[in-house]
Nanobody, 119 residues
Framework: QLHIVESGGGLAQVGGSLSLSCEAT????????MGWYRQAPGKERELVAT??????NYAASVRGRFTISADNAKLTVSLRMDSLEPEDTAKYYC??????????????WGPGTLVTVSS
């Protein structure tokens, strides 16, 4: 009931910047959390940054370098990535969590956008 599309991934140099955008469309009663996760080759998917009820949460590895912003009304969430490092290379996924109209829980994921950081 929620379709998510990410954009903005690509190739960046070490120390460079990229901005990711996520837009969700569909039917949902309320949104509880929006954020970004990533999965590097051979690694488990991990939290990057989330925003929930006005509060932001960042992984220690990106804190101070990445900035998340969200608009609950528009169901959009962006991630500004600065001072990129090779370790940031991963497929980045947008995640929306909330409540469906019938009361069920929603945990929706986008298809991901690839970020590659090279020297």
């Amino acid at each position: 009931q929620l379709h998510i599309v990410e954009s903005g991934g690509g190739l960046a140099q070490v120390g460079g910047s990229l901005s990711l955008s996520c837009e969700a469309t569909g039917s949902i009663s309320s949104i509880d959390s929006m954020g970004w996760y990533r999965q590097a080759p051979g690694k488990e998917r991990e939290l990057v940054a989330t925003v929930s009820r006005g509060s932001t949460n960042y992984a220690a590895s990106v804190r101070g370098r990445f900035t998340i912003s969200a608009d609950n009304a528009k169901l959009t969430v962006s991630l500004r990535m600065d001072s990129l490092e090779p370790e940031d290379t991963a497929k980045y996924y947008c995640n929306n969590q909330g409540t469906l109209h019938w009361g069920g829980r929603l945990d929706a994921w986008g298809p991901g956008t690839l970020v590659t950081v090279s020297s």
